[in-house]
T-cell receptor, first 112, second 114 residues
Framework: EDQVTQSPEALRLQEGESSSLNCSYT??????LFWYRQDPGKGPEFLFT???AGEEKEKERLKATLTKKESFLHITAPKPEDSATYLC?????????????FGTGTLLAVQP | NAGVTQTPKFQVLKTGQSMTLQCAQD?????MSWYRQDPGMGLRLIHY???????DQGEVPNGYNVSRSTTEDFPLRLLSAAPSQTSVYFC?????????????FGPGTRLTVT
């Protein structure tokens, strides 16, 4: 069964303290792995798509990496405005449409 | 572009009532979908559509109906609301229905069924 597990469930950082969020996945062939950011009371906001192992993408203080079993979202020198829930989702290659399977997210709090 | 819009933002229903959650996108996207988000659970797919006139069930379709008469609109109907349908509902769309295209989400509808 296709599955996505995110860890930790919650993470509290001091401003400037770098860390990583993990997304482990089990899927019968990966078509794409997606990272989203979700602020309280809002819809998920797209961040990155990764397609194959070894791929990396960056945006400001965020860098996403992908291996054959997991993805990491590295946050370098975070600021309080990076506080949000970060969601990971995968799309299986065997499916006929671009259905996504989501993890439960990591709630990140960055304190000044 | 307004992107993906949803109405209403909040709704309270009594058990047994019906209602329609509206979703529209102005990006000419083929694929549209409805998710529900509950505490401690990931976003779960309710129904999806790969184009006007074509819909299919997702992971948790029971108690919900959809239709897609135009490319832009994808309403979700609750036939007879139950407390288990208390949730936050998100509509999403993507450019194509095949391929790893990112999905864009609306702001959500928070539904409470009493």
């Amino acid at each position: 069964e296709d599955q996505v597990t995110q860890s930790p469930e919650a993470l509290r950082l001091q401003e400037g303290e770098s860390s990583s969020l993990n997304c482990s996945y089990t899927v019968s062939g990966l078509r794409g792995l997606f990272w989203y950011r979700q602020d309280p009371g809002k819809g998920p906001e797209f961040l990155f798509t990764l397609y194959s192992a070894g791929e990396e993408k960056e945006k400001e203080r965020l860098k996403a990496t992908l291996t054959k079993k997991e993805s990491f979202l590295h946050i370098t020198a975070p600021k309080p405005e990076d506080s949000a829930t970060y969601l990971c989702a995968v799309q299986a290659a065997g499916g006929a449409t671009n259905k996504l399977i989501f993890g439960t997210g990591t709630l990140l709090a960055v304190q000044p | 572009n307004a992107g993906v819009t949803q109405t209403p933002k909040f709704q309270v229903l009594k058990t047994g009532q019906s209602m329609t959650l509206q979703c529209a996108q102005d990006m000419n996207h083929e694929y549209m979908s409805w998710y529900r988000q509950d505490p401690g659970m990931g976003l779960r797919l309710i129904h999806y559509s790969v184009g006007a006139g074509i819909t299919d069930q997702g992971e948790v379709p029971n108690g919900y109906n959809v239709s897609r008469s135009t490319t832009e609109d994808f309403p979700l109907r609750l036939l007879s609301a139950a407390p288990s349908q208390t949730s936050v509902y998100f509509c999403a769309s993507s450019y194509r229905w095949t391929g790893a295209y990112e999905q864009y989400f609306g702001p959500g509808t928070r539904l409470t069924v009493t």
